[in-house]
């Protein structure tokens, strides 16, 4: 069993930078890989990031360049470092453990980005 919980979020305008934790409670080190998904209003839940416990990362298109996702595995915590934010980035943020029975999920955070 894996609890995830994320902070970070909030208002910020366009071209600013907020940056997402996600906090475990348990150690991260075994885990096989770490998400960063998020969901605006009336559309489906997308992947925007992911590490492996190997720190191989992979980014959506759209944040290629902008954002950026690390893992301290001391601190058990993945973060998402997003910057140029732009009004299309609003959303709720969730984290996601992939391991090898089950994936775990946070409860999202609210980042909205104004023009």
């Known amino acids: 069993q894996v609890q995830l919980v994320e902070s970070g979020g909030g208002l910020v305008q366009v071209g600013g930078s907020l940056r997402l934790s996600c906090a475990a409670s348990?150690?991260?080190?075994?885990?096989?890989?770490m998400d960063w998904y998020r969901q605006a209003p009336g559309k489906r839940r997308e992947l925007v990031a992911g590490?492996?416990?190997?720190?191989?990362?992979n980014y959506a298109n759209s944040v290629k360049g902008r954002f950026t996702i690390s893992r301290d595995n001391a601190k058990n915590t993945v973060y998402l470092q997003m910057n140029s934010l732009r009004p299309e980035d609003t959303a709720v943020y969730y984290c996601?453990?992939?391991?090898?029975?089950?994936?775990?999920w946070g409860q999202g955070t609210q980042v909205t980005v104004s023009s």
């Open positions: 590490i492996t416990k190997g720190g191989v990362t």
């Open positions: 348990k150690n991260i080190f075994s885990i096989n890989v």
């Open positions: 996601a453990a992939e391991t090898a029975t089950k994936d775990y």
